[in-house]
């Protein structure tokens, strides 16, 4: 029993990272497989190459990448770190369909503490606890027989070597059929763990430092109002942005189930069937919102060094105020008076929409109002 036991728990530094890569690409690339299953029809032997030749691809792939980061008495830690991270992100991918990008990452990073809890869920952690913590306690029992230095430096070098050569030699053969694939279906990229988190950490960083070095572009300095125009009336607006909600989900646009029961008894109601959001997601969305530029010109790490369209109408003597209730304005109303509502009046610490309604009557004499609402509050009736 002593013998089987150090056998499994007595691995190189090699065997480690290989069993890793398998792990990895199995048990942490379940929503990427489950694409792939989805978009395969299996019905030829080339089918069945194709999708075996993906298996090998993703095990070398992840192989050299640990092989790259994974060195000698830092192993053990990287390998924890990528197997909870992995768990999450892969988590999140198969049941949300959510890909992790730079523009994720700038989600998670305007995420409050209060919307976090909300998504830790029992389904999560027991999906983290077996794909996440129990590897790492066979890693942690797990001893490392290590090599000298340079004996090391040699191996993983042969190992490197020849993991590319797999590598080359899996690939290209199917070069063709690879490429049309996943051009085909280039979200497919941004699914595959660890390289999706790896990347998506990196052009979250170099953005960050890139933007710490930009100049302010102002916009319409000579924005005023018509002084000539008589209105003795005041003039409100009520901005209202919601997140989280498909248009072909609305019944109001045809949708088989009646989703949107109260706004169909609305009288003079106007709905836009043709619009189309800036982004999938909120960080990129907002900003281009209120941005003077177009879907195509606007770039999200200029956003915040730029004018936008509320800074424009506070020059011109407008009184505008944004109400949140949900993660941040993500830069829009930095410049503008802003108002959280203040969580420890709320039940859980979560803002819902109706909580905004009694704020509004103290701000009837502002001409502009942004309301930030939190999706969650959104009733459907199935």
Not at 318 to 338: K, L, M
Request: proline residues 2%.
């Amino acid at each position: 029993m002593n013998k089987i036991y150090n056998r499994i728990f007595n691995l190189s530094e090699i065997g480690i990272l290989i069993l890793s890569s398998i792990f990895l690409a199995i048990f942490q690339n379940i929503a990427f497989c489950n694409q792939i299953n989805q978009l395969l029809s299996l019905e030829t032997s080339k089918d069945w190459i194709f999708l075996m030749s993906i298996f090998f691809f993703l095990c070398v792939g992840i192989f050299i990448i640990l092989s790259l980061l994974c060195w000698h008495y830092t192993l053990k830690l990287v390998l924890i770190i990528f197997l909870i991270v992995g768990a999450f992100c892969d988590y999140f991918a198969y049941n949300y369909n959510v890909l992790i990008d730079k523009s994720m990452l700038i989600n998670v990073v305007n995420t409050d503490v209060y919307e976090t809890k909300s998504l830790l869920t029992n389904k999560l952690m027991i999906w983290v606890f077996l794909f996440g913590f129990l590897p790492i306690l066979f890693l942690i029992k797990t001893h490392i027989h290590r090599f000298g230095f340079w004996k090391n430096l040699s191996v993983r070098l042969v190992t490197l070597t020849l993991a590319i050569v797999i590598l080359i030699s899996i690939s290209l053969p199917l070069y063709k059929y690879y490429a049309s694939f996943f051009r085909n279906n280039s979200y497919l990229n941004k699914m595959i763990t660890p390289s999706d988190y790896v990347s998506a950490l990196y052009s979250y960083e170099k953005y960050a430092y890139k933007n710490k070095f930009k100049q302010f572009t102002y916009v319409g300095l000579d924005a005023k109002q018509d002084k000539n125009e008589i209105n003795t009336k005041k003039n409100l607006l009520v901005f209202v942005i919601g997140e989280t909600a498909r248009a072909k989900s609305f019944s109001l646009n045809g949708y088989t189930k009646n989703t949107n029961p109260l706004l169909s008894k609305q009288t003079n109601l106007i709905n836009f069937r043709q619009a189309t959001s800036f982004g999938t997601s909120t960080a990129y969305s907002i900003p281009c919102i209120f941005s003077n530029q177009s879907r195509e010109e606007f770039n999200l790490g200029d956003a915040k060094w730029r004018d936008n369209l509320l800074d424009i109408l506070k020059r011109a003597g407008i009184n505008i105020v944004w109400f949140e209730n949900n993660a941040g304005c993500y830069g829009v109303c930095d410049r503008i008076n802003y108002q959280m509502l203040p969580k420890k009046d709320c039940p859980e610490g979560l803002c819902y929409d109706q909580e905004l309604v009694p704020v509004l009557n103290n701000y009837l004499s502002k001409k502009f109002i942004i309301r930030s609402r939190l999706y969650c509050c959104v009733t459907y009736e199935w």
